[in-house]
């Protein structure tokens, strides 16, 4: 079985301080995604990355920054916090390009920011 | 550009009757179309996907879905609900001609199950 890990569960963070958040995968997936999740707007996509040290942005980019040094690791990175950043944050992956190979989720961060 | 609409926020259904969650979608191209499923505090999990085979999916647990296109549709169903059924069910669509591997998520549909 695929296997996408999140470091935290539940993480709360002040005003400012650099956050981040870790995700590993364990089936050599080229795609790594990470989304927030809020009530009522779905997933959107921060940034997403096809391959070691590469990296783009997604929808909603502002306030993150991302960093691949291995291919198995993808990590999210906030890099002053602040309380509109309060959600929960979903880290997933999949095998190779193309619009129909599906995405494995992470169990999510629930990220509050006090 | 591609979208996803699901047409419903929440839907309440009494256990043992039929589910029918529905999501609408725009594409230029022939998409790739999902269901997930997300129970609380957990990740997101596939139901079932269309890849331009079959126009009847089966996916886990009962569900299937039907890809019509002429209604642009892609509606959710089960015959009989199940208590452990209660959960979040998000439609989803691949993007085509440019981020490869990329989906677009509707806003989600929360299914309440009923004793």
């Known amino acids: 079985d695929v296997k996408v890990t999140q470091s935290s569960r539940y993480l709360v963070k002040r005003t400012g301080e650099k956050v981040f958040l870790e995700c590993v995968q364990d089936?050599?997936?080229?795609?790594m995604f990470w989304y927030r999740q809020d009530p009522g707007l779905g997933l959107r996509l921060i940034y997403f990355?096809?391959?070691?040290?590469?990296?783009e942005k997604g929808d909603i980019p502002e306030g993150y920054s991302v960093s691949r040094e291995k291919k198995e690791r993808f990590s999210l990175i906030l890099e002053s916090a602040s309380t509109n950043q309060t959600s929960m944050y979903l880290c997933a992956s999949s095998f190779l390009r193309g619009g129909n190979n599906e995405q494995f989720f992470g169990p999510g961060t629930r990220l509050t920011v006090l | 550009a591609q979208s996803v609409t699901q047409l419903d926020s929440h839907v309440s259904v009494s256990e043992g009757t039929p589910v029918l969650l529905r999501c609408n979608y725009s594409s230029s191209y022939s998409p790739s179309l999902f269901w997930y499923v997300q129970h609380p505090n957990k990740g997101l999990q596939l139901l079932l996907k269309y890849t331009s085979a079959a126009t009847l999916v089966k996916g886990i647990n009962g569900f299937e879905a039907e890809f019509k296109k002429s209604e642009t549709s892609f509606h959710l169903t089960k015959p009989s609900a199940h208590m452990s059924d209660a959960a979040e069910y998000f439609c989803v669509v691949s993007v085509r001609g440019g981020s490869q591997g990329n989906l677009i998520f509707g806003k989600g549909t929360k299914l309440s199950v009923k004793p």
């Open positions: 990355s096809y391959d070691v040290k590469m990296k």
């Open positions: 089936m050599d997936h080229e795609n």
